[in-house]
């Protein structure tokens, strides 16, 4: 199986090519085995890509245990940059199907991708979170901690919680607990945000079905909408995460989160057959 590994700020990708949005499921059974860092290639995910009938490629991401994303934000950046790299699309603007629907890409210099990563959404069944009511400073006991979640759904399930100082919190225990916590139906992925000024956060991510990475796309947007709903910052912030930082714009003119951030390259290679699962 050929490959190539990616990353957008230190979150990392095997990338590989599928027929279609459904034969893009062969790979999912080999995620936990090809995203191994000691025996497989290591990432934090397989992005798997493609022609489609609705956009003018696909991506689908599957995490090292198994599961599958909806939405990937450093992801999303790494496709649009392969796809064009390798003439799956021939404009540096263009559509990319998701399971959390279709986003447009637009490539802005040699390394930068602008997302159109749509509306956030805030009401708690559909992101989801039990319980009625806001989905702002929800009371949540976990690890024997209880913490204040701002649940934001970009795409996908995100707990934004406000903290002091991001480099200080347990962030593998609290993460874990608050991932599995019996109120998210679909597990979230948890971001620690610390509150730098109107224009800067400082973002730690645990991220949903892959444990600490560098960044999260889509978790830094979650974090700029809560910040912003909480009357912490404006609506264009610049988020620091472990990997780089994000431009992340959330526009009051449609409402629509605007991610910009790189994509890279860092090599292609054949894995093994004997590392490849069935079916693949």
Known sequence: MEFVKMHGLGNDFIVVEAASFEDAARYQAASAVLCERHFGIGADGILVTGPDARGDIFMRIFNPD????????????????YARQFGHVDRDAFMIRTRAGLRPVQLTDTEAVRVDMGRPVLQRSDIPVQGEGDSLDIPVKAAGEWFKVNAVSMGNPHAVIFTPDADVIPLATWGAA?????????????????????????????????????ACGTGACAAVVAS?????????????????????????????????????????????????????
């Open 66 to 81: 198994g599961s599958e994303a909806e939405m990937c934000g450093n992801g999303i950046r790494c496709i649009a940059r």
């Open 228 to 280: 912003h709903l909480q009357g912490h910052t404006g609506r264009e912030v610049l988020v620091h995460l472990p990997g780089g930082d994000l431009l992340i714009e959330w526009s009051r003119d449609d409402g629509h989160v605007y991610m910009t951030g790189p994509a890279r390259e860092v090599f292609r290679g054949r894995i093994s057959s004997d590392r490849e699962s069935p079916g693949m």
């Open 178 to 214: 608050l991932e599995r916590h019996p109120i998210f139906p679909a597990a979230t992925n948890v971001e620690f945000v610390e509150i730098r000024s109107r224009s800067e956060l400082i973002v730690r991510v645990w991220e949903r079905g892959a444990g600490i990475t560098l």
